[in-house]
């Protein structure tokens, strides 16, 4: 919640004014982010009710990565992460967000904890609230967090040496996998979202036992291009991707992709189980 912000003035030139000092007369006007020392430049406009006064972004206003202003979930999430994935690796989270949470379940249910713990790593949760305290940085322990990280991230950030652009399928790049294709058995997280069961029936005769059809999450359904993706996978994912809350319409699918021989838009990714996908408001992602 920014407490500062530009006001542009009438001549062009902008002064930093803070939310207190913005009065009828101006309330109107145009109001920049300050932050990232200037530089992030979105619209915000000043919020004077209300416990916090403060200047809020603007409808379809996007603040830079990392800009300290911003206060969607997925930024907050990303602030108490490491940036640059130097003590993991793709393949390690991968394997890290495969651990079976059914088991864990079973175990909660065992110790009679409260239903709110979702894993079995309660001391390590304490841990990690006080290293956030001590602001250090920690890696992604699920798909969730690495998705907030990767999402306000810019695509050309390099993340434990690879480019994010690379393995993190977005709104930002899928007009450009859709043209050149995820290369052969690559690791990355592609948004997804349902499609028709026509659909699948036409554009994917045979589906494997066990595998469910999902389309890239940016596509309209009368576009060919759209990508489609094979998920084989447990039938706990299956019940998280179909059961989970209908304003959850993005399916993030950490996955190990293959191209399809005969149809170049059709990926099927090596086997998973629930940690590796993840469902979300399309406003989990709003850059
Ligand atoms: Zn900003």
Same mark, same amino acid.
């Given at each position: 919640?920014?407490?500062?912000?530009?006001?542009?003035?009438?001549?062009?030139?902008?002064?930093?004014?803070?939310?207190?000092?913005?009065?009828?007369?101006?309330?109107?006007?145009?109001?920049?982010?300050?932050?990232?020392?200037?530089?992030?430049?979105?619209?915000?406009?000043?919020?004077?009710?209300?416990?916090?006064?403060?200047?809020?972004?603007?409808?379809?206003?996007?603040?830079?990565?990392?800009?300290? #202003?911003?206060?969607?979930?997925?930024?907050?999430?990303?602030?108490?992460?490491?940036?640059?994935?130097?003590?993991?690796?793709?393949?390690?989270? $991968?394997?890290?967000?495969?651990?079976?949470?059914?088991?864990?379940?079973?175990?909660?249910?065992?110790?009679?904890?409260?239903?709110?713990?979702?894993?079995?790593?309660?001391?390590?949760?304490?841990?990690?609230?006080?290293?956030?305290?001590?602001?250090?940085?920690? #890696?992604?322990?699920?798909?969730?967090?690495?998705?907030?990280?990767?999402?306000?991230?810019?695509?050309?950030?390099? $993340?434990?040496?690879?480019?994010?652009?690379?393995?993190?399928?977005?709104?930002?790049?899928?007009?450009?996998?859709?043209?050149?294709?995820?290369?052969?058995?690559?690791?990355?997280?592609?948004?997804?979202?349902?499609?028709?069961?026509?659909?699948?029936?036409?554009?994917?005769?045979?589906?494997?036992?066990?595998?469910?059809? /999902?389309?890239?999450?940016?596509?309209?359904?009368?576009?060919?291009?759209? /990508?489609?993706?094979?998920?084989?996978?447990?039938?706990?994912?299956?019940?998280?991707?179909?059961?989970?809350?209908?304003?959850?319409?993005?399916?993030?699918?950490?996955?190990?992709?293959?191209?399809?021989?005969?149809?170049?838009?059709? $990926?099927?990714?090596?086997?998973?189980?629930?940690?590796?996908?993840?469902?979300?408001?399309?406003?989990?992602?709003?850059?």
């Amino acid at each position: 919640m920014a407490e500062k912000a530009f006001h542009v003035l009438k001549d062009g030139s902008i002064v930093e004014v803070l939310i207190g000092n913005v009065t009828d007369e101006i309330k109107h006007d145009i109001f920049l982010c300050s932050g990232c020392e200037g530089a992030c430049k979105a619209e915000v406009i000043p919020v004077r009710e209300g416990p916090r006064p403060c200047f809020r972004i603007k409808r379809g206003q996007h603040h830079k990565s990392g800009c300290q #202003n911003d206060e969607s979930l997925a930024a907050q999430i990303r602030r108490v992460l490491d940036h640059t994935g130097h003590t993991t690796s793709i393949e390690e989270l $991968y394997e890290l967000f495969d651990r079976p949470q059914v088991e864990v379940v079973k175990k909660e249910k065992r110790k009679g904890t409260k239903e709110n713990k979702v894993n079995d790593q309660d001391d390590e949760e304490e841990f990690d609230d006080i290293r956030a305290i001590q602001r250090e940085l920690k #890696n992604p322990k699920n798909l969730r967090e690495l998705c907030a990280l990767f999402s306000k991230s810019s695509l050309d950030d390099i $993340y434990a040496g690879m480019k994010i652009g690379d393995i993190f399928l977005d709104h930002r790049n899928i007009a450009d996998i859709r043209k050149k294709g995820i290369p052969e058995g690559q690791l990355a997280i592609v948004l997804c979202a349902k499609i028709s069961v026509e659909r699948i029936k036409k554009l994917v005769p045979e589906v494997p036992d066990q595998a469910i059809v /999902l389309g890239d999450a940016y596509s309209y359904a009368d576009k060919e291009k759209q /990508l489609l993706c094979i998920i084989p996978c447990t039938a706990n994912a299956k019940r998280i991707i179909f059961n989970s809350d209908s304003k959850k319409k993005i399916i993030a699918v950490f996955g190990r992709w293959h191209q399809d021989p005969f149809n170049k838009s059709v $990926y099927t990714c090596e086997p998973i189980k629930e940690g590796r996908v993840f469902c979300a408001e399309e406003s989990f992602y709003e850059w």
